[in-house]
């Protein structure tokens, strides 16, 4: 009855329900009592201002009792104030003239799903009929996140595969193996937020063989003997199973009547002898063949380096003033063990009459005159073609570059060398005694296109690097080559999962090491600085830097470029805006394809710090005199997807923007050129040159070569003469209680981090040149060395002390 509603306390129709935010959208509760003259909000234990509810009032049409509906919105900054354990919640306070009724609490969190699976899936390989159990803990998250599996990028239902099931902590069970069941294994976490996937587990199912049953045994045969066989074929062994154990075919003595009658006789016994007779003629014939083919590969050729390419020597200079006619030389001996030494490639001295390399307690040493030496010489270009030609159809890698422009290759010993790409920032360090003494290796040097190369990259992983090979892959190396190369990685240790990447002969790619920490195998290690990484590795093969960002402000560099013709002949105008990795090889690129197209730069490149927000790249134009120019571009403004600069397989992508001259006679263009990432960095360019003479920043179109030649062979590809390095080493190498050992020369050259891997090597004082070496091509200061070494030396004065012997 309607008077009876001064009797009845408020009962909610409506409660409010938990709830998540996603992003930056607001949420909605909603709160339904009768009978109900009013109804707040009270959120964590505070009323809700009246202002911010919804009100709506009705009445019940069955009982004629008043009845009120009351709507919030909740907003991220209002969860977001909450801290501490509590979570923010809100409630329901209606009111009749009987009393007031408190709805349920609910709960408003903020939703989200990590990037990182908390496990990941391993590939492994199952004997058929074993049991297969692929773990994966998702990524945390609020909601948490559901997880379903994928088997070669199809989707694997239990409810229509009997094989297999799910455990409730989402592992993947096979309980029998079979055939089939060989292929990529995928978790996927998903929630209202985002979609996750892990790498991919590649499951390999096999068989070993079975032997098939005996075949019957043969007739007997002339020699008293017959056999039987059997085949590896019930089954045969499956994707690298093992193949069956035993023979495969069987004999046994015999005794037939034909047999019997075959017994040996006279002539068999000459017949036995005529045949060892020739046997015998057949071998010494052998051998003389293979003497002569030796005699004529062990020959000396003509343009083989003579012997004094090893004796280039080293004078001691005294503080005291040196007697007339005489000298000391410090002379490296001759390799006895190696008798022919080829040096194949084109040939650079880069010792230094400038550069001496002086201990501040004891003797200064500066390398003598080069002394004559026999060389065989040849252009990079056609030793690049030739080289192709040669390892094509060896090496595991079949996509050698097409010219020699983006490849160096070079023959090299025990003494070392280098390998550089010029312009590119790409470099190969061959370390002293790196190839054993007696073997000499022809080694290459490739930067890829990354049309050409196929990197497979998930998630938010991004490619860093150019992707750079050397070879040939296999190649036994007893001390560790550096490859230098470029990366546009912000690098901070907790917005980044940098790994090494490096593709096997099959074609996959593999992680090879975390950078930061040491390879398990101790094989890789790389040392990762501001604008390069150097990578010391032991197996040559191909690399590359791969990135995986672990929070929104994870940023890569961008260099942007202003492009336009150096001429104009038409009323149409066009500035092209590049936004390209921030890697040398890529400039390098980039300022080549300029060229061909006969174009200028208009502005000082800028680098843009390109975060991982999942927002595009904005391109705009502005503050043009409308009078002289109009622009042809219908939008706003351009756009580049996020995702096309994020991954990096495309090294660089560029904006054209269209211009119209109103007048033939106008040679002035002065704007400004916006470039941004949505809700991030940005950079602006004032534009102001003339179109038909404007070269101010013709010199970037050039870059400051590095090296005239791709290709330095032995000595003369390091900076720190050998004698001196020698010295260093077996000084610094051992121990030393004052700590004047190698462990001080790191400190003092910055590289105390890695002292963990330095000392896993033989030599860790090796590993320190080494390292100095790489960072300081070409232009090292031996004198900052010089000065580090020296201060080393001080805690032990006889440390670097040159004997008469010595010299």
């Not at 979570?87 to 003239?97: K, P, R």
């Not at 045994?217 to 056999?227: F, G, I, V």
């Not at 390799?335 to 490639?345: A, E, K």
């Not at 790191?746 to 000392?759: G, N, P, T």
């Amino acid at each position: 009855m309607p008077g009876a509603s001064s009797d009845l306390l408020p009962h909610f129709l409506l409660e409010p329900q938990n709830v998540y935010i996603v992003k930056n959208k607001p949420v909605s509760l909603a709160c339904r009592a009768m009978p109900a003259t009013q109804i707040y909000f009270k959120c964590n234990g505070e009323w809700v201002h009246q202002g911010e509810h919804v009100t709506q009032r009705s009445t019940d049409q069955g009982t004629g009792l008043p009845l009120m509906d009351v709507r919030i919105d909740i907003f991220r900054q209002q969860v977001e104030r909450i801290f501490g354990l509590e979570e923010y919640w809100c409630q329901c306070v209606a009111w009749s003239s009987s009393g007031t009724t408190k709805s349920q609490k609910a709960y408003v969190r903020i939703a989200y799903l990590r990037k990182n699976f908390e496990e990941e899936p391993m590939g492994r390989e199952v004997s058929i009929e074993q049991e297969i159990v692929l773990a994966c803990r998702p990524p945390e998250g609020i909601p948490p996140a559901e997880v379903e599996w994928l088997r070669n990028e199809e989707l694997v239902d239990p409810a229509l595969d009997a094989s297999v099931y799910v455990t409730p902590e989402h592992s993947l069970v096979v309980p029998r193996a079979r055939l089939a069941d060989t292929a990529n294994y995928t978790c996927v976490a998903k929630n209202m937020v985002a979609r996750r996937r892990s790498s991919s587990a590649a499951v390999t199912v096999y068989v070993d063989g079975g032997w098939s049953g005996w075949s019957r045994w043969s007739l007997c045969a002339l020699d008293c003997t017959h056999w039987r066989s059997r085949e590896c074929s019930e089954p045969a062994p499956r994707n690298g199973g093992q193949d069956c154990q035993g023979a495969e075919l069987e004999t046994r003595n015999c005794t037939t009547e034909l047999c019997s009658h075959a017994a040996s006789g006279p002539e068999d016994v000459a017949l036995y002898v005529g045949l060892m007779a020739v046997a015998i003629c057949l071998v010494l014939l052998l051998l003389v063949v293979v003497l002569v083919c030796c005699r004529k590969k062990g020959g000396l050729d003509p343009d083989v380096a003579d012997s004094s390419i090893l004796t280039a020597g080293f004078q001691p200079v005294s503080s005291k003033p040196a007697k007339a006619g005489t000298s000391h030389l410090l002379t490296i001996q001759p390799d006895l063990s190696t008798t022919t030494m080829t040096y194949q490639g084109s040939l650079c001295s880069r010792q230094d009459g400038h550069s001496k390399f002086q201990l501040s307690n004891g003797h200064l040493l500066s390398p003598l005159g080069a002394g004559r030496h026999t060389l065989h010489h040849s252009s990079p270009a056609a030793e690049g073609l030739d080289f192709v030609s040669r390892f094509a159809a060896q090496s595991c890698f079949r996509s050698l570059p097409r010219g020699a422009a983006s490849m160096a290759c070079g023959t090299f010993n025990f003494l070392g060398g280098r390998l550089l790409i010029p312009n590119t920032g790409i470099s190969l360090l061959i370390p002293p005694d790196a190839i054993p003494r007696g073997k000499i290796y022809e080694v290459y040097l490739t930067l890829h296109k990354q049309e050409d190369v196929r990197l497979p990259l998930t998630g938010c992983q991004t490619l860093l690097s150019p992707i750079v090979s050397c070879g040939p892959p296999g190649v036994l190396l007893t001390r560790p080559a550096i490859l230098a190369l470029g990366h546009s990685v912000e690098a901070n240790a907790a917005d980044w999962s940098i790994r090494l990447k490096k593709q096997s002969c099959e074609g996959s790619w593999e992680d090879v090491l975390q950078v930061g920490e040491e390879a398990a195998s101790g094989l890789y290690y790389c040392q990762l600085e501001a604008q390069a990484a150097y990578v010391f590795t032991e197996q040559l093969g191909r690399f590359a830097l791969v990135g995986e960002s672990l929070s929104m402000a994870a940023a890569k560099r961008l260099k942007i470029l202003l492009f336009a013709p150096a001429s104009c002949s038409s009323l149409e105008y066009s500035i092209r805006v590049y936004c390209l990795r921030d890697t040398p090889d890529v400039l390098q690129e980039v300022m080549q394809l300029e060229k061909q197209l006969g174009g200028q730069l208009i502005g000082a490149p800028r680098i843009l710090h390109f975060k991982d927000s999942y927002h595009n790249l904005r391109l705009s134009i502005h503050d043009m005199p409308s009078s002289l120019w109009k622009s042809k571009l219908l939008a706003s403004y351009q756009e580049i997807p996020f995702y096309h600069l994020w991954s990096g397989l495309q090294p660089y992508l560029h904006c054209t923007f269209t211009l119209e001259r109103l007048s033939p006679s106008t040679c002035q263009l002065v704007c400004k050129i916006w470039v941004w990432q949505v809700e991030g960095d940005g950079q602006s360019f004032n534009i102001n040159f003339n179109i038909a003479k404007d070269t101010s920043f013709s010199d970037w179109l050039v870059p400051e070569s590095e090296a005239s030649c791709p290709a330095l062979v032995g000595p003369s590809a390091f900076k720190i003469p050998f004698l001196i390095r020698q010295k260093i080493i077996g000084s610094l190498d051992t121990p030393c209680a004052r700590g004047a050992d190698w462990r001080t020369l790191a400190q003092k050259l910055h590289l105390d981090s890695h002292l963990s891997f330095f000392a896993s090597k033989a030599s860790p004082t090796a590993m320190i040149l080494n390292l100095w070496e790489a960072r300081h091509f070409p232009s090292g200061n031996l004198a900052q060395l010089a000065a580090a070494v020296a201060e080393v030396g001080k805690q032990d004065s006889a440390l670097f002390a040159v004997s008469e012997a010595e010299c």
